[in-house]
């Protein structure tokens, strides 16, 4: 019966192994997939894992590049209507320093920049899928916003952030995702601040931290003469005076009744005057009052004359001290610091203020614009001249937004470049893994014809041995 058992069983397993070989074939026809568990092909199994991987990667690269490239696509078409508008500004600033145009016919200039302001400010807080293109990291608000004053912008401050956030584009490359609008609208290349006028105001040592351009008030304050000649400040003195510091003299003769500054015409008075105007060099003026001066004094006696800067109109100022070289004048709206070498300075006026290389896009228009209406009330020749200095900023604006232009065409064409040869990669990859995972059904077909050969066979041999009797053996 031992012999029996054996045959039995072993044509038993037989059978299972060869109708669990069927069953995996079959299945292997109906679903097309070879692999569909580890233990099926263990090498092949886990290429397989590693491939599928890999193939997730590149589709998240893909997925990021999408996303990445549409924001920067609407932020270039952005940047490429702004730069339009800055041509624009460019042609209407030309226009404005040429000698055939007067103080009135700037007028209209000014409210076409007026116009193009808005538009650049709109541009500049453009949304693309509910979010801001050029706030950096704060997509939610816009990073732009204006101070108005009877429906004119006086100014416009960047609120956004400056931070933003690298996405994975490729295998060991990251690309910014968002825009600092902060980092592409100014320039980032300070250099000395560069002083327009003659009050003798000059660039501090120090790092001032204003930008653009600014309009330095100097203002007089008190005049005193040195010595016991007896003349002192007249009644006009405190607005009239034009003279700073401690490098102005005054040359009396009041037998002659005569009076001169620093050397000039002399001026004629009656002595006991109490309001006499000294023309000297250059147009300095000073009041003096003689109602008090020695009828016998002749002489010279030094002068002493205080003042205040200011770089906000006057709302914040600061007392002159002519032997520092390097006073902070503070902005009190924006808290921003110019600061000023006082050393030189003989006289009121104002002082326009260029801060090459931190230009700022709004700035720079609003600037232009405010000559162009001519708000400060300027001489022509004056205008004119603040106007050919103002070139120059409209120009660093526009090589900014040239910078932008071909920064974010730069990393568009990068994109577009990664994204092709992701996605070559990708296919080569999942066909890879198509070749491991998926049955060759041609293959299959031929091992399941075999299989089912055998599997008939062993069958018909069985049936065979299980009809057997004691009858066959004798």
Same mark, same amino acid.
């Given at each position: 019966?031992?012999?029996?058992?054996?045959?039995?069983?072993?044509?038993?397993?037989?059978?299972?192994?060869?109708?669990?070989?069927?069953?995996?074939?079959?299945?292997?026809?109906?679903t097309?997939v070879?692999?569909?568990?580890a233990?099926?092909?263990?090498a092949e199994?886990f290429?397989?894992l590693g491939l599928?991987a890999?193939s /997730?990667?590149?589709? /998240?690269?893909?997925?990021?590049?999408?996303?990445?490239?549409?924001?920067l696509?609407?932020?270039?078409?952005?940047?490429?209507?702004?730069?339009?508008?800055?041509?624009r %500004?460019?042609?209407?600033?030309?226009?404005?320093?040429?000698? #055939?145009?007067?103080?009135?016919?700037?007028?209209?200039?000014?409210?076409?920049?007026?116009?193009?302001l808005?538009?650049?400010l709109?541009?500049? =807080?453009?949304k693309?899928?509910?979010?801001y293109?050029?706030?950096?990291t704060?997509?939610?608000?816009?990073p732009?916003?204006?101070?108005?004053?009877?429906?004119?912008i006086?100014a416009?401050?960047?609120?956004g952030?400056l931070?933003?956030?690298?996405?994975?584009?490729?295998?060991?490359?990251?690309?910014?995702?968002?825009?600092?609008?902060?980092?592409?609208f100014?320039?980032?290349d300070?250099?000395?601040?560069v002083?327009?006028?003659?009050?003798?105001?000059?660039?501090?040592?120090a790092?001032?931290?204003?930008?653009?351009?600014?309009?330095?008030?100097?203002?007089?304050?008190? /005049?005193?003469?040195?010595?016991?000649?007896?003349?002192?400040a007249g009644?006009?003195?405190?607005?009239?005076?034009?003279?700073?510091?401690?490098g102005?003299t005054?040359?009396?003769?009041?037998?002659?009744?005569?009076?001169?500054l620093?050397g000039?015409?002399?001026?004629?008075?009656?002595l006991?005057?109490a309001?006499?105007?000294?023309?000297?060099?250059?147009?300095?003026?000073?009041?003096?009052?003689?109602?008090?001066?020695?009828? %016998?004094f002749?002489?010279? %006696? =030094?002068?002493?004359a #205080?003042?205040?800067?200011?770089?906000?109109?006057?709302?914040?100022t600061?007392?002159?001290?002519?032997?520092?070289?390097?006073?902070?004048?503070?902005d009190?709206?924006?808290g921003?610091?110019?600061?000023?070498n006082?050393?030189?300075?003989?006289?009121?006026?104002?002082?326009?203020?260029?801060?090459?290389?931190?230009?700022?896009?709004f700035?720079?228009i609003?600037?232009v614009?405010?000559?162009?209406? =001519?708000?400060?009330g300027l001489?022509e =020749?004056?205008?004119?001249?603040c106007?050919?200095?103002?070139?120059s900023?409209v120009?660093?604006?526009a090589?900014?937004?040239?910078?932008?232009?071909?920064? %974010?065409?730069?990393?568009?064409g990068?994109l577009s470049?990664?994204?092709?040869?992701?996605?070559?990669?990708?296919?080569?990859?999942?066909?890879?893994?198509a070749a491991?995972?998926?049955a060759d059904?041609?293959?299959?077909?031929?091992d399941?014809?075999?299989?089912?050969?055998?599997?008939?066979?062993?069958?018909a041999?069985?049936?065979?041995?299980?009809?057997l009797?004691?009858?066959?053996?004798?």
């Open positions: 019966m031992s012999g029996w058992g054996s045959i039995y069983e072993s044509t038993r397993l037989a059978l299972r192994r060869h109708g669990a070989e069927l069953a995996e074939l079959q299945q292997a026809i109906s097309g070879r692999l569909r568990r233990s099926d092909a263990p199994a290429r397989l599928r890999e /997730t990667a590149l589709a /998240t690269y893909g997925e990021n590049i999408r996303r990445v490239n549409d924001s696509a609407v932020a270039s078409t952005a940047l490429s209507q702004m730069s339009e508008l800055m041509a %500004v460019r042609v209407l600033v030309t226009q404005g320093t040429s000698g #055939t145009y007067s103080a009135s016919n700037r007028r209209p200039i000014a409210q076409e920049l007026d116009g193009l808005g538009q650049m709109s541009l500049a =807080n453009t693309h899928s509910g979010r293109l050029f706030g950096g704060a997509t939610r608000a816009a732009y916003e204006a101070d108005y004053e009877d429906g004119t006086t416009v401050r960047y609120v952030h931070g933003t956030v690298d996405v994975p584009v490729a295998p060991g490359v990251d690309h910014a995702s968002l825009i600092v609008g902060d980092d592409i100014r320039g980032h300070r250099s000395q601040p002083f327009y006028g003659d009050t003798g105001a000059a660039a501090g040592s790092t001032s931290t204003v930008r653009t351009s600014a309009w330095l008030t100097v203002t007089h304050g008190t /005049t005193t003469y040195l010595g016991a000649s007896g003349i002192a009644a006009s003195s405190a607005d009239g005076d034009t003279i700073l510091g401690d102005h005054l040359t009396i003769d009041a037998p002659a009744g005569t009076l001169s620093d000039g015409d002399a001026v004629a008075f009656t006991g005057d309001d006499v105007c000294v023309t000297g060099p250059g147009g300095l003026r000073v009041w003096v009052d003689t109602t008090a001066l020695a009828p %016998v002749q002489g010279t %006696v =030094n002068i002493q #205080t003042g205040r800067l200011s770089i906000d109109d006057g709302a914040g600061v007392p002159i001290d002519f032997a520092n070289a390097n006073l902070a004048v503070t009190t709206s924006t921003r610091v110019l600061y000023v006082c050393t030189g300075i003989e006289q009121t006026g104002h002082e326009t203020v260029r801060l090459p290389g931190t230009a700022d896009l700035s720079a609003i600037t614009r405010d000559l162009m209406m =001519n708000t400060r001489s =020749n004056k205008q004119l001249e106007l050919n200095e103002a070139v900023l120009n660093e604006v090589e900014c937004l040239t910078m932008a232009q071909t920064s %974010v065409g730069t990393g568009l990068l470049t990664l994204g092709v040869g992701l996605e070559a990669r990708k296919a080569n990859t999942d066909d890879q893994a491991l995972e998926n059904l041609v293959q299959v077909a031929t399941l014809a075999r299989r089912q050969t055998l599997y008939e066979m062993t069958l041999s069985a049936s065979r041995l299980l009809q009797s004691l009858f066959d053996y004798l």
